[in-house]
């Protein structure tokens, strides 16, 4: 059994993966400002004997004893980030500082999850790790995305100068249950106003094209990225390299929800990638990981959730991994 800390436990991704750690017998410690993950992703985890949930923002030092460090605690989606920039930033690299420092001081392994903006705007397609990006400095993203790159550096500073144990993962976009209904991000966006009967904002023209990778698949190359031995630093990307156009995804939704939602068209906003597709050939080599559902698959048990959420029907704890719903269906 190890003794776990997930740093923004109780987001999308952190509540999964508490869950996740959990089940596979470890002990977890879930931190979290509450920023944007609400308490309710890890209310069910609450009476569990190996969960604790503490209350701490990440820009401030953390004195705990752990194994292993899953550092995933920064507001993902724009609209989030966008709202505190200079917090943003802080909880980058400050957070990263923390939790590096954290690592030496305990010889804890540590996870940084990393972001395929750090590729920005990119003129390679699909994105490998041996890219250095195309980012903007100086733009309304560059809170999260210098952020992001600064965390990297941080952590490849750690392993050079201290021989710190670190594995850095660029997460390209991932959806599932729990994602936050009014974060603005792509997939939420589109089931809420598909089950809700509202329009369907797409910005630009829909061409743009995104990979969607479904929560389980993540955290499943996120953990198998945590137990490569040492040498494996990273970084890797992890992410689904089926690329679909925004407005094939729309139409999808709209499918499945059987709604009767109109497409409208918005202008794209500011430093808006028009491709990105993860590389994923070393997380392949590395890992023995490729992901495995397909997006029909996890729109329905995501539409499922919302359906249940916005009804008021089910608290989050009821969302079932994907693997373990098709064993129960057998
Ligand atoms: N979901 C994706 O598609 C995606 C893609 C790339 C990278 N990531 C990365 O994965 C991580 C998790 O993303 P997510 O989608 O679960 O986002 P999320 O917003 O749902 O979760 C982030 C969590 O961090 C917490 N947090 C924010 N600032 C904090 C602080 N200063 N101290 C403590 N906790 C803080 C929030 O309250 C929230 O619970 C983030 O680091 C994000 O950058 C996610």
Redesign the pocket.
């Known amino acids: 059994m190890k003794r776990i800390l997930v ?9 999964h993966l508490c869950d996740r750690l959990l089940a596979e017998g470890n002990d977890v410690l879930c ?8 308490k309710l ?1 890890v209310a069910h985890l609450r009476d569990h004997p190996g969960f604790e949930l503490m209350r ?4 401030f030092p953390l004195y705990v004893e752990v194994d292993e460090i899953y ?7 724009p609209i ?1 980030y966008q709202l505190d920039p200079v ?2 930033t ?3 690299v400050h ?1 990263a500082i923390n939790m590096l420092g954290l690592a030496k001081r305990v010889k804890a392994k540590i996870l940084q ?5 750090v590729y920005g705007d990119p003129e390679l397609h699909p994105q490998t790790e041996a890219y250095w990006g195309r980012v903007n400095p100086v733009g309304e993203r560059s809170c ?1 995305d210098e952020g ?1 790159r600064c965390a990297e550096t941080l952590c490849f500073d750690y392993w050079r100068q201290h021989r710190l144990r670190v594995k850095v993962v ?6 599932g249950p ?3 209904p009014d ?1 603005g ?1 792509v997939v939420s966006n589109f089931v809420v106003q598909a089950l809700k009967g509202k329009d369907i904002t797409i910005y630009g023209d829909g061409r743009q094209t995104r990979s969607f ?1 479904y ?1 389980d698949d ?1 955290l499943e190359a996120m953990i198998r990225a945590m137990n490569t031995p040492d040498e494996v630093t990273g970084p890797i990307n992890i992410g689904n390299p089926c690329e679909f156009t925004i407005l094939e995804l729309a139409n999808l939704v709209i499918d499945l929800t059987a709604s009767r939602s109109k497409l409208i068209f918005k202008p794209l906003p500011a430093d808006d990638p028009r491709q990105r597709q993860p590389d994923i050939t070393l997380a392949k080599k590395l890992l023995g990981w490729a992901p495995r559902i397909e997006l029909k698959e996890g729109l329905e048990s995501t539409i499922r959730y919302f359906e249940a959420q916005l009804s008021g029907a089910m608290a989050q704890a009821e969302v079932i991994p994907i693997a373990r719903a098709r064993e129960l269906s057998d």
Do not use: W
Request: net charge positive; with cysteine.
């Open positions: 740093t923004g436990g109780a987001g999308f991704l952190g509540s931190v979290d400002n509450f920023f944007t993950g609400p992703n701490h923002d990440v820009t550092n995933l605690a920064c507001p993902a989606s989030h917090q943003t802080k909880t980058s957070g999850a990393s972001t395929s903006e999260y992001k660029r997460i390209f976009n991932t959806y729990r994602m936050h974060d991000r990778c929560v993540l």
